[in-house]
């Protein structure tokens, strides 16, 4: 493998774990925001304006993760970038990391459904 | 009998190797004698030197636990008065966490890793021996502060407002602020040193999915190094200004808040804990399937088990706050994933159990310091699952109960996989064991006597025990669960010093000989070796090569695997690529020298001289410091001085590489990751600080610099990337003086560019102790300043070696990291920019 796609491959191993954490920084910047500036009191479509954010980023980071592992399990992503056991390796990292990125960005969008945003 | 090797089997290098070749690996990789010893940058020296120093620090902070331990035997006692008992507790937990257990684990990291890779060392040996260097001068004087009543009271995690100019006006914060600060950049440079070692300087065919577990933990301790890091770094920064210049950065009056701190200490403090545990699991993976003589189970999923856990802890750090008025679902989100944590832990528990379970057990010392581990390690787990729940964490917050909870998570996590390692590795230092009859006793002892401390801890915390008190009444039920906690942190000791006078038994040539593989483990540092690391270096085919191929160590021995000899007559490894492990080129590596020792001691002085207050004096220090580090890279950059080199099995390679393959532009990398995350921090103090007082930021834009200004910064740091393309494209063609005059060109627009940013605020008025908006506007500034002052010395190196001639198109490494460092100094300025004169507009 050329060194120069390294970094293409690596971050194609970590990426379901980058979307858990794209989604962390972003459901907490909203609710610290919404909390500080008042914006709890806002609705969206009817709905809170905090859980509505929450739920649509969880959504689309779910939705992420999951093309990260339709991908590693068609073999795609990073895997092409390696040989023999190294690639089925990759394949089997990145597949399985989305899996356990799917479960966590459930996992830490849940309580928005269930605890008051500023209280 | 031995079983001679088979005369048939293909190696890499034909059998026998001429005599000759062995004495000129000898003598490249020798070490130097008498005084000139300390300038020795072999890891397996540094490593041993970088532990012995760690374990010396472990030693004096447990000697001020256990005063402190004596102080709360009895209620109102008054051995220790409450001022010296504030530094005690500070400095124990500091030293124990920056001096003792961040530093032991990359040490025994720059001990093991190139064994286990067997590389000829780690790819900067200097830079390790000067990380070290500056560890051990600057730890030392850290400690003795306590000698001059000047040490740091404000409690490990040093919050403001207490550690600030009002309520600690001395130079005791300072200790702490600078003395750790600067400590910290050795924990850096170990990262650096472990990402591109454990990357680049594999054996070939050690893809990937071979990768030693242990190598995954300290690859992923590594990483969260160069992200965590930097928060505190800044964090400590901040304070140190605020205490300086009165920027009121955590000065709520002024537009400040401490729960900034909060935020970049504990984003730094959480991952903390992870990169003192993961190298320890990583330790223990590899002891548990010598102890068990069965494979790992589960390897890849103790894998994912480790990067999982790495990525998931930077999303805990909230938890250290529950109790900070932090809105419900923010917390929330904390607790979520305080809980999720506990799922990777939870694999590699039970994947440790499993192998041992399959296997057939061998009990040694290490295998009950193991399982020592296990054990303490549970339950400091299921407590830390009770602190993630908040409305249990409101209750026992800043209790004894804490304080049982963490040492059980750090002294099981960490320090007993550290005493099994120690048992367990010995060998490979001296080929000779530790007593296993002083080893159990130690065991037994430090088992015992942690438990008998630390659980009735739990108790004295839910009766309301608060954590850092001096002493308390006889009238409220805590007087014998502390009399108890004090006998046994006394057992404990006595277990530690069991060890150490195994240790000292062991240096006076007490120790029983160890054959070459005594726990009959399947992973090459237990392939015999000298300075120069393994004779040879095999090609890898298994995670277990020793077992899969059980002449294999032999051959190594004999020389019959790749680069068998030091062809270019100089110390040397093989380069492989990042994730096949393909042979790539033959990186020569630097030898002993007094530079890196000088730069050590230099910097230090530099900072010791800061932290009391000799400002003027300390630029002598830092000038030679500067000076140190510039002698001891000078003659890094070699250049193609060599042709191609034959290693063995048909592979030919270059001595000499340029961009993104060469080693020092992935180090150059790293180290900008860790500037950009620390640059992070600060883009985050801003938005923090807007966040909670908006009515410091100004309210309309007459009060902010017209966009001319803004213009022309933009202008001039666009204008100095372009010089530096420039002078790239000027190099490439092996013109030396156009590139020449358009890096100090470049030069002349960096400066005018930070002249700029600052003019632009300075003619509003804007002052930086009247408002923490004026405060991280000039932290901005000022920090693209220092980036700027880097890059004078850079370039002016750069300058100098082209001028010696030195630098040419087939010979640019040293241009190539300058160019790295300046186009990313020019990105960081634009964003600075954009966010100081665009931001209040857009909110105003």
């Given at each position: 493998m050329r060194t120069r796609r390294f970094p293409a491959a690596f971050a194609g191993m970590m990426a379901a774990f980058l979307v858990w954490a794209a989604h962390f920084t972003v459901v907490y910047g909203v609710n610290g925001l919404a909390c500080a500036r008042g914006l709890d009191r806002l609705a969206v479509l009817g709905f809170p304006f905090v859980p509505f954010a929450v739920a649509a980023a969880t959504a689309v980071a779910l939705l992420l993760a999951a093309g990260v592992l339709v991908r590693a399990l068609l073999g795609g992503g990073p895997a092409p970038h390696a040989q023999g056991d190294a690639r089925r390796f990759l394949r089997w990292f990145t597949a399985a990391a989305a899996g356990a990125a799917l479960i966590a960005i459930l996992w830490n969008g849940l309580p928005a459904l269930q605890v008051p945003a500023c209280g | 009998m031995t079983a001679p090797l088979d005369a048939d089997r293909p190696l890499p290098s034909v059998l026998p190797r001429p005599p000759e070749e062995l004495r000129t690996l000898e003598r490249v990789w020798q070490a130097p004698k008498g005084l000139s010893y300390i300038t020795a940058v072999n890891n397996n020296i540094i490593g041993a030197m970088y532990i012995g120093t760690a374990l010396l620090f472990f030693v004096i902070a447990g000697l001020l636990a256990l005063a402190m331990r004596a102080q709360l035997a009895v209620p109102e006692n008054d051995l220790l008065d409450h001022g010296t008992y504030n530094q005690f507790f500070t400095v124990h937990g500091t030293g124990m966490m920056f001096l003792f257990a961040v530093p032991v684990v990359e040490a025994i990291g720059v001990y093991l890793i190139p064994a286990m890779l067997a590389a000829r060392d780690l790819p900067f040996p200097r830079l390790s021996a000067f990380a070290f260097w500056a560890y051990f001068f600057g730890g030392c004087a850290f400690f003795?502060?306590?000698?001059?009543?000047?040490?740091?009271?404000?409690?490990?995690?040093?919050?403001?407002?207490?550690?600030?100019?009002?309520?600690?006006?001395?130079?005791?914060?300072?200790?702490?602020?600078?003395?750790?600060?600067?400590?910290?950049?050795?924990?850096?440079a170990g990262a650096i040193e472990i990402v591109v070692g454990i990357l680049r300087t594999r054996p070939p065919g050690m893809s990937l999915d071979k990768l030693p577990i242990y190598c995954w933990a300290m690859l992923v301790m590594a990483g969260m190094i160069i992200f965590g890091f930097p928060a505190v770094i800044l964090a400590t920064a901040l304070l140190e200004i605020e205490r300086a210049f009165h920027w009121p950065f955590f000065i709520a009056d002024l537009g400040g808040d401490p729960l900034l701190w909060q935020h970049l200490f504990w984003f730094f403090g959480h991952p903390e804990v992870y990169i003192i545990f993961l190298p320890a699991a990583g330790m223990v993976s590899m002891m548990v399937p010598a102890i068990a003589q069965h494979r790992l189970v589960g390897h890849d999923w103790v894998v994912l088990a480790l990067v999982g856990t790495g990525f998931f802890s930077f999303g805990l750090w909230v938890h250290h706050m529950f109790t900070t008025g932090i809105p419900q679902l923010s917390l929330s989100f904390f607790s979520a994933a305080s809980m999720a944590v506990s799922v990777p832990a939870g694999i590699q528990v039970f994947a440790w159990i499993a192998t041992l379970g399959k296997g057939r057990v061998r009990w040694t010392a290490a295998t009950y310091f193991v399982l020592g581990f296990l054990f303490i390690f549970v339950l400091g787990g299921l407590t830390g699952v009770m602190v993630a729940v908040i409305p249990f964490?409101?209750?026992?917050?800043?209790?004894?109960?804490?304080?049982?909870?963490?040492?059980?998570?750090?002294?099981?996590?960490?320090v007993f996989p550290m005493f099994a390692g120690l048992y367990y590795w010995w060998p490979t230092l001296n080929s000779t064991l530790l007593s296993e009859r002083l080893g159990r006793w130690a065991f037994w002892l430090m088992f015992i006597g942690f438990n008998t401390a630390f659980f009735p801890m739990h108790v004295s915390g839910l009766l309301g025990m608060p954590r850092r008190v001096y002493t308390y009444p006889a009238d409220l039920g805590w007087d014998t669960l502390n009399l108890v906690s004090t006998v046994g942190a006394f057992l404990l000791a006595a277990g530690v010093l069991v060890v150490l006078v195994d240790m000292a038994r062991n240096a006076m040539g007490h120790g029983a000989p160890a054959s070459d593989n005594p726990w009959r483990a399947g992973t090459l540092e237990w392939v015999p070796n000298g300075n120069y690391a393994t004779r040879s270096i095999p090609r890898i085919t298994s995670l277990y090569p020793l077992w899969d191929d059980p002449d294999l160590s032999r051959e190594i021995q004999a020389g019959g695997h790749f680069l068998p000899g030091a062809p270019t007559n100089r110390r040397e490894t093989i380069v492989t690529s990042p994730i096949d492990a393909t042979p790539q080129y033959l990186m020569p590596m630097p030898g002993p020298h007094w530079g890196h020792v000088l730069a050590g001691f230099f910097t230090a002085a530099h900072f010791l001289m800061l932290t009391v207050q000799l400002y003027w004096l300390s630029i002598v220090p830092g000038v030679l410091a500067i000076a140190s580090v510039v002698w001891w890279v000078w003659g890094l950059d070699k250049g193609e001085d060599h042709p191609p080199q034959d290693i063995g099995g048909g592979v030919t390679v270059p001595v000499y590489v340029q961009g993104p393959r060469n080693h020092s532009w992935w180090a150059v990398v790293v180290l900008l990751l860790v500037d950009g995350t620390a640059f992070v921090c600060l883009l985050f103090s801003y938005l923090f600080l807007w966040t909670v007082s908006p009515d410091v930021w100004p309210r309309d834009a007459a009060a902010l610099p017209s966009p001319t200004w803004l213009a022309g910064g933009l202008a001039l740091w666009g204008l100095a990337a372009g010089a530096m393309a420039w002078a790239s494209r000027a190099l490439a063609r092996d013109r030396s003086w156009p590139m020449r005059l358009a890096l100090l060109g470049g030069l002349g627009l960096l400066i005018a560019g930070v002249v700029t940013d600052a003019t632009a605020q300075i003619l509003t008025g804007l002052k930086g102790a009247e408002s923490a908006y004026g405060a991280v506007v000039y932290m901005l500034v000022a920090y693209q300043g220092f980036h700027v002052a880097v890059l004078l010395v850079m370039t002016l190196y750069t300058l100098a070696r082209s001028a010696f001639g030195l630098l040419g198109a087939a010979r640019r490494v040293t241009f190539d990291n300058t160019m790295l460092m300046w186009h990313y100094t020019c990105a960081q300025g634009v964003v600075a920019l954009l966010l100081v004169h665009l931001f209040p507009r857009l909110v105003a």
């Open positions: - | 003795a502060s306590l000698i001059f009543d000047a040490a740091p009271n404000g409690g490990w995690f040093m919050y403001p407002p207490l550690t600030s100019f009002t309520f600690s006006p001395g130079i005791n914060s300072d200790f702490w602020l600078l003395g750790i600060g600067f400590i910290e950049i050795s924990a850096i964490d409101w209750q026992v917050h800043d209790s004894y109960f804490v304080v049982a909870h963490l040492h059980y998570v750090l002294i099981g996590g960490m």
